[in-house]
């Protein structure tokens, strides 16, 4: 079935040094839609970029993720991490406008 | 700005009784959704829904029960709680198409003792 894996539960950065975070997906649909959401403790999830263009960078908020469909990849990037992206990220993929399926999730913490 | 509420934000629940959460979004979406968050787990689908009238069962159904009285409406059901059933709990809608996004509530903190 369809399915997302984030293999990093927990990642911990000093302030400015670059982040990513990884994301892998598997499906047999060709139309698939990727999303990474940000979660804020004591807040919503909220959507932070989206992409369902093959090779094409995509960039909200300072950070940035390519869709690889040629290795089904959609990893996390930032330049240099800031306190405030301290959170938990969720890589997550829609298929056939059906619902959205969401990885394990990784707790980012930025220390100063 | 989607709005999804979810009522109520935190309940305590005793073993073998029965729970009903609410959730209500005011942005006319078709699709809502019901996931629980659990460390290591990430956000997992429970069930969710088309519109009105319509209850369809995500990855981890077992336990629950879903009703979609309205297109605004959509509630989640634990007819006998367990502790494993203890998690955080979020509602989300969406209009349900290609890279259209969700829109989540603040969630709702259940603990079965």
């Known amino acids: 079935g369809d399915s997302v894996t984030q293999k990093e539960g927990l990642v911990t950065l000093t302030e400015g040094l670059p982040v990513m975070l990884n994301c892998t997906y598997q499906?047999?649909?060709?139309?698939?839609?990727l999303f990474w959401y940000v979660h804020y403790l004591n807040e919503s999830p909220r959507l932070l970029l989206k992409?369902?263009?093959?090779?094409k960078r995509t960039e909200h908020q300072g950070f940035h993720a390519t869709l690889h469909k040629s290795s089904s990849s959609f990893h996390l990037q930032k330049s240099s991490a800031q306190l405030s992206d301290s959170a938990l990220y969720y890589c997550?993929?829609?298929?056939?406008?059906?619902?959205?399926?969401f990885g394990s999730g990784t707790k980012l913490t930025v220390e100063p | 700005e989607a709005a999804v509420t979810q009522s109520p934000r935190n309940k305590v629940a005793v073993t073998g009784g029965k729970v009903t959460l609410s959730c209500n979004q005011t942005?006319?979406?078709?699709?809502m959704y019901w996931y629980r968050q659990d460390t290591g787990h990430g956000l997992r689908l429970i069930h969710y829904?088309?519109?009105?009238?319509?209850?369809e069962k995500g990855d981890i159904p077992d336990g629950y029960k879903a009703s979609r009285p309205s297109q605004e409406n959509f509630s989640l059901i634990l007819e006998l709680a367990t502790p494993s059933q203890t998690s955080v709990y979020f509602c989300?809608?969406?209009?349900?198409?290609?890279?259209?996004?969700?829109?989540f509530g603040k969630g709702t903190r259940l603990t079965v003792v």
């Open positions: 989300a809608s969406g209009p349900g198409q290609g890279n259209t996004e969700v829109f």
């Open positions: 499906t047999i649909y060709s139309n698939a839609f």
């Open positions: 992409s369902s263009t093959d090779n």
């Open positions: 997550a993929l829609r298929v056939n406008y059906n619902v959205l399926y």
């Open positions: 942005n006319n979406h078709n699709n």
């Open positions: 829904s088309y519109g009105a009238g319509s209850t």
